[in-house]
C-alpha cells in the first residue's frame, strides 16, 4: 500500500470523526413532511431470534436475551458494522408483534444515547445512509406508544446524521457504501421538515455515481451479483421515494435501473437465488424478486455476457459461467480466482456451486473462499489462476494480482442446445499452459457436456511447460477438475467408482461421468454462507490427472437420470439458517 494511499485513509477517519462530532451542533427537526412506503423486507425467523437474545452478525452469535445490543463486546469490525448499520429493524419489524417493537425501541434508544452524540464506529457515511434508511422506513414502528422525549430524542439524532451525510458523503468509497450514503441522505432531505435542500446535491450526486459506477451493460467494476443487486435496490428504493415526494429522477438514475435489471436477470438462477461470485451471495430471500418487480423493466439481456458472465439455461435448468477477468484493482479487495468456473442450479435445487465467501468466518475462510480450489473449475497442481497481494495495513484489503488478462469467450446455438467456449491464461506464467472449457447444455436441460483442455498455445508456452515438467522430473502437471456440490445433494460414487450418482431433494437424480482420462474421487468440501455460524459441510467431485504434453484433454458430463415426478411439486423451503444453528 502506498505512502498516498494511507495518507488518504487515514484523512478520511479524521473527517468523519470530526463531522461526526460536530453534527451534535445542529438543530432538530419537528417532524417528517412525507415519509416513503417501507420497502426493506426482513426475515420473520431471524427477526425472532433477535428477541429471544440470539445475535448473529457476521457469522458471531452473541446470546443475550437481556443485555442491550449495545453492551456486547464486538468480536470484529463486521460485527460492529452489521449492528451499526440497523438491518436488523428489518427482521424486527417483519415479527412486527408487541415484543418486536420494544426490542426495536429499546436498541433505538440504546444507540442514541451511546453513540448519537458522534460516537462510535457507526459514523461512516455508507453505515449512516444505511442505518437512516431504516430509521425512516420503520418510524410508525419504532415511534408508537413513545413519550415525547424518546420522539424529539429519534428527530433529533436523525437530524444531526442528515448533516453528517451532507457534508461526509464523498468519503464513502465509490460503489456500494457511496450509493448507501447518498440514498439515506435523499430519504433524509425528502422525509425530514426544513432539510429539503440537502436533498438536490444527493440527486445530482447520485446521478453522477450512476455513470461512472454503472457500465454500459449494466455491471459494477467489483463484479460482485449480490452487490449489484444492493446497489440496484437502493437506486429503486431512491426512485420511489423522489416520486413519492412528486420530484422527477435524474435521466441518468433511471437509466442505471434499466441497465442494471436485465443483467440481474441474467445472473439469477432457475432457483431465484444469484449466482455467488466474487465475494456475492445467493442475495436475501425475495430481495431480487421485489426489486425487479418494482422497478417495471421487463428487457432481458439477449446475448452476450453480463457484467461478465455468461449464461446458459433450457427449462429448468441454468448454468451461469465466470466468462471474464476477475476484478482489479481497488475494485479486487472481494474477487475470487474464479474464471471459468460455474454453476448448475435445476429447478428449485442448486447441484453445482462454488464455496462462496468465507468473510464471515474469519480471515483464513476468506483467503480459502477465494483460491481457485474453492471453485468448480480446474486448478494446476494447487496454484489458483490469481494470486492474493500482501494486505494493506490500513484496511487489511487483499487484491488480487496476477490474475488471467486473455479471457476469450464464445456463446453458440446449436440444434439440440447451447455451448459456451472460454480459455484464460492464468496459468501461462508458471506453467505455459492455457486453460480452456466448453460446456454444452441441452435443449431440453436434462444434460451438460463438458470438455476441460490444458493447451501450451505457442513455443514460449511451450518452452515454459518444458521448464515445469523438468522441475517436476518430467512427472507432469497435476490438475484437479473440481465440481462443488450443495449440501442438499446427497451424492455417492456409483458403477463401481466411474460416476457418481447425485440425488436432489426434489426427487431428481444426476450422474456424473468421465471418459476415463482422470482419476475420480468424491471428497469432502463446505458451502460458505452469510448467516450461518460455521461453514457446512458438503462435498465434491474430483478428476485428478497429470498434464504429460501440450495438449491434454479431459471430457466430463452431468446428466438427469430421474426426473422430479409431475404429480409432485418441489416447494419445500429449507429451514432458515438460525434454526439449526448450522
Not at 109 to 127: N, Q, S, V
Not at 291 to 306: D, E, F, I, P, Q
Request: aromatic content about 8%; charged content about 25%; hydrophobic content about 40%.
Amino acid at each position: 500500500m502506498s505512502t498516498t494511499d494511507t495518507m488518504a485513509s487515514r484523512r478520511t477517519r479524521l473527517l468523519n470523526r470530526l463531522y461526526a462530532r460536530l453534527s451534535r451542533r445542529q438543530k432538530s427537526v419537528i417532524g417528517f413532511v412525507s415519509q416513503p412506503e417501507p420497502r426493506t423486507i426482513g426475515s420473520f425467523a431471524r427477526g425472532r431470534q433477535l428477541i429471544a437474545g440470539n445475535l448473529l452478525f457476521a457469522g458471531y452469535l452473541v446470546e443475550s436475551a437481556d443485555s442491550g445490543l449495545w453492551d456486547v463486546a464486538s468480536p470484529n469490525a463486521a460485527f460492529d458494522a452489521e449492528r451499526h448499520g440497523f438491518a436488523w429493524l428489518d427482521d424486527l419489524a417483519a415479527v412486527g408483534d408487541l415484543a418486536a417493537r420494544h426490542k426495536a425501541q429499546k436498541w433505538l434508544l440504546g444507540w442514541i444515547e451511546r453513540h448519537g452524540r458522534g460516537t462510535g464506529p457507526g459514523w461512516t457515511p455508507d453505515l449512516t445512509g444505511r442505518r437512516v434508511i431504516r430509521w425512516i422506513n420503520h418510524a410508525l414502528f419504532l415511534l408508537r406508544g413513545q413519550d415525547r422525549e424518546a420522539s424529539d430524542a429519534f428527530f433529533r439524532s436523525l437530524a444531526c446524521q442528515c448533516w453528517f451525510l451532507a457534508r461526509r458523503w464523498q468519503g464513502a468509497a465509490p460503489g456500494l457504501p457511496r450509493f448507501e450514503a447518498l440514498t439515506g441522505l435523499i430519504y433524509a432531505g425528502l422525509a425530514l421538515e426544513g432539510r429539503e435542500q440537502m436533498a438536490d446535491p444527493a440527486v445530482r450526486a447520485l446521478a453522477r455515481e450512476c455513470e461512472t459506477q454503472i457500465d454500459a451493460q449494466g455491471g459494477l467494476p467489483t463484479r460482485n451479483p449480490e452487490e449489484l443487486l444492493e446497489v440496484f435496490t437502493l437506486l429503486s428504493w431512491a426512485a420511489a421515494a423522489l416520486h413519492e415526494a412528486g420530484r422527477g429522477t435524474a435521466h441518468a438514475h433511471t437509466q442505471a435501473i434499466e441497465r442494471i435489471a436485465p443483467t440481474l436477470r441474467m445472473l439469477r438462477h432457475a432457483d431465484g437465488g444469484l449466482a455467488r461470485y466474487h465475494g456475492g451471495g445467493r442475495g436475501l430471500e425475495g430481495r431480487l424478486d421485489h426489486a425487479l418487480a418494482a422497478s417495471h423493466v421487463k428487457t432481458w439481456r439477449a446475448t452476450g455476457l453480463a457484467m461478465g458472465y455468461a449464461r446458459l439455461s433450457a427449462r429448468r435448468s441454468s448454468v451461469i459461467i465466470d466468462a471474464s477477468a476477475p476484478p482489479s484493482g481497488a475494485a479486487s479487495g472481494n474477487a475470487h480466482a474464479s474464471t471459468l468456473a460455474f454453476e448448475l442450479t435445476s429447478g428449485r435445487r442448486p447441484l453445482i456451486v462454488n464455496c462462496g465467501s468465507g468473510a464471515s468466518f474469519g480471515m483464513e475462510w476468506r483467503r480459502a473462499g477465494r483460491a481457485t480450489p474453492s471453485h468448480s473449475t480446474l486448478c494446476l497442481d494447487g496454484y489458483s489462476s490469481a494470486r492474493l497481494a500482501e494486505p494493506e495495513r490500513a484496511t487489511g484489503r487483499e487484491a488480487l494480482i496476477e490474475a488471467p488478462r486473455e479471457v476469450p469467450v464464445e456463446m453458440t446455438d446449436m440444434t439440440d442446445g447451447m455451448r459456451f467456449q472460454g480459455a484464460h491464461d492464468g496459468y501461462v506464467r508458471h506453467f505455459g499452459l492455457t486453460h480452456a472449457r466448453t460446456l454444452e447444455l441441452a435443449l431440453d436441460g436434462r444434460g451438460l457436456a463438458a470438455e476441460d483442455m490444458l493447451l501450451a498455445m505457442d513455443d514460449a508456452a511451450r518452452r515454459r511447460f518444458d521448464r515445469a515438467m523438468d522441475a517436476n522430473l518430467l512427472a507432469g502437471i497435476g490438475f484437479d477438475i473440481r465440481l462443488h456440490l450443495h449440501p442438499d445433494v446427497d451424492a455417492a460414487l456409483d458403477l463401481g467408482g466411474a460416476a457418481v450418482s447425485m440425488a436432489l431433494k426434489s426427487g431428481e437424480i444426476w450422474v456424473f461421468r468421465h471418459d476415463g482420462s482422470a482419476t475420480l474421487a468424491l471428497d469432502p468440501s463446505v458451502y460458505l454462507e452469510k448467516g450461518r455460524l460455521k461453514p457446512r459441510a458438503s462435498k465434491q467431485i474430483v478428476l485428478s490427472g497429470r498434464a504429460m504434453d501440450y495438449a491434454t484433454r479431459v471430457e466430463w458430463s452431468l446428466s438427469k437420470a430421474h426426473d422430479t415426478a409431475i404429480a409432485v411439486r418441489d416447494l419445500n423451503r429449507d429451514d432458515p439458517p438460525f434454526a439449526n444453528g448450522a
